[in-house]
């Protein structure tokens, strides 16, 4: 994959390596790893997969860590361990050893479902996406918000792509910081360096393409 952006008088290409990355990331924090999962990511595929996350995100290291997670055990005992510390992070039973993926519990009011919720469903009307029906989740989980984020690069709508930048922004680092700090060179910790990594990575993308944008303008005045 090719993280370099190249800006010129002409449209920047699309983002493909961040937007697959923003979508395998939503669906990494979603839901657990299930057996079938698991089995994918040891194929010798699915480690090349892995190790080519690791080089778009500038994080080669952490794809290596992530790749020797997957494939401590047998397949039944990786599932388990890591259903359980999904469970344990992201379900709110342990809060002082979890972090909660919702903006709304990070937005000092206290409680969930608040205007984060609203915000991100606006957004993500605006870009004509639907939450799956058999998704629970509510609009402001942080893989909801990387499913608008990674649409919104495809689409190339540098506005929505900002706005969803600024609602990640708002909270994501705080989120990756706390699971950094109780799942540290784990799996779910990696997974949060390449969360901070990604939403870098489109920050710059996203600057480049407003300053193409910008240049365009003036050269046409």
């Not at 390596?17 to 990331?25: G, K, N, P």
């Not at 991100?120 to 058999?134: C, E, K, N, R, S």
Request: some cysteine; charged content about 20%; overall charge negative.
């Amino acid at each position: 994959m090719n993280n370099r952006v190249h800006v010129s008088g002409h449209a920047a290409e699309v983002p493909y390596d961040l937007i697959c990355v923003a979508e395998w990331l939503a669906q990494l924090f979603l839901t657990p790893f299930d057996a079938e999962r698991v089995a994918a990511a040891r194929t010798k595929q699915g480690q090349a997969a892995l190790r080519s996350i690791g080089e778009t995100l500038n994080q080669p290291e952490a794809a290596e860590q992530f790749c020797l997670e997957l494939c401590s055990g047998e397949i039944p005992e990786t599932v388990t361990r890591l259903q359980r510390r999904h469970s344990a992070l992201f379900d709110g039973v342990f809060r002082d050893s979890g972090a909660l993926p919702y903006a709304s519990a990070w937005d000092g009011t206290g409680r969930l479902f608040g205007a984060a919720v609203s915000r991100t469903q606006a957004l993500l009307d605006a870009l004509d996406v639907h939450i799956p029906q058999g998704c629970a989740e509510p609009a402001d989980h942080l893989s909801v918000q990387l499913a608008g984020l990674a649409e919104a690069l495809r689409q190339k709508n540098a506005a929505l792509t900002g706005a969803m930048l600024a609602e990640l922004d708002a909270w994501a680092d705080r989120f990756a910081d706390q699971i950094l700090e109780t799942d540290n060179g784990r799996l779910y910790g990696v997974a949060a360096q390449f969360l901070i990594a990604l939403l870098e990575h489109v920050q710059i993308y996203h600057s480049c393409e407003l300053n193409r944008e910008h240049t365009a303008s003036v050269a046409l005045t």
